[in-house]
């Protein structure tokens, strides 16, 4: 079952923050994010590993909540570079596991 | 930067037809995946490799689909007789066994159109 990603889209001004949530109904091993700009590949933003933590990227942080199964990711002083459509793939166990990825967010930043 | 490469960018192929996607992954990574993505939608997956052979597939991966490490480089995707619902942009990806963290790195895609 695919994870659920909300919201489906945002539109912020530059310099605004946004949050892009995905859960999942299944007990997760890794959580991975994504972005992905119109005709190109996704390009990997960073992984959140099974035991609730947090780690950031510059202004693009992101959390895992084991409890609730849930994942944030958090865009903060967005820029016109961080549009495109962000998508979650989670995986049940390690090891070269499969990516199932969520329906995406597309998130456009305007000046 | 180490990366996955795919060709070609963009196969045209009419139905019926046999099309062989090409994807050289990242030297060092041992797992292999080819993921699809129908316009406008998610990115499905279709099927991992690991240690010349396949470790998991989808539903998606029927019998018209292989895939082949035919040397120490390339990973091929084979579809033997294209569908009009076979069109899409298909990701070749790769990760580390060794790393924890799993991080698959995706090639820039090939998008097949089926006439």
């Known amino acids: 079952q695919q994870p659920v990603q909300s919201p489906q889209a945002v539109i912020l001004r530059e310099g605004e923050d946004a949050v892009i949530n995905c859960s999942s109904s299944?007990?997760?091993?890794?959580v991975h994010w994504y972005r992905q700009k119109h005709g190109e590949a996704p390009v990997f933003l960073m992984i959140?590993?099974?035991?609730?933590e947090q780690k950031g990227h510059e202004k693009i942080s992101a959390s895992f909540n084991e409890k609730k199964q849930q994942s944030s990711l958090y865009l903060t002083a967005s820029q016109l570079s961080y549009s495109g459509t962000y998508f979650c793939?989670?995986?049940?166990?390690?090891?070269?596991?499969?990516?199932?990825f969520g329906t995406g967010t597309q998130l456009k930043v305007e000046l | 930067e180490p990366e996955v490469t795919q060709t070609p960018s963009h196969q045209v192929t009419q139905m019926g037809q046999e099309v062989i996607l090409r994807c050289v992954p990242i030297?060092?990574?041992?797992?292999f995946y080819w993921y699809r993505q129908i316009l406008g939608q998610k990115v499905e997956f279709l099927v991992s490799?690991?240690?010349?052979?396949?470790?998991?597939k989808s539903e998606i991966f029927d019998d018209q689909f292989s895939v082949e490490r035919p040397d120490g480089s390339n990973f091929t995707l084979k579809i033997r007789s294209t569908k009009l619902e076979d069109s899409a942009m298909y990701f070749c990806?790769?990760?580390?066994?060794?790393?924890?963290?799993?991080?698959?790195?995706f090639g820039p895609g090939t998008r097949l159109t089926v006439l």
């Open positions: 299944k007990a997760l091993y890794s």
């Open positions: 030297s060092n990574h041992l797992y």
């Open positions: 793939g989670t995986a049940l166990t390690g090891g070269g596991n499969k990516l199932t």
């Open positions: 490799f690991y240690n010349n052979e396949i470790s998991e």
């Open positions: 959140l590993l099974k035991g609730g």
């Open positions: 990806a790769s990760s580390e066994e060794q790393s924890r963290r799993d991080t698959q790195y």
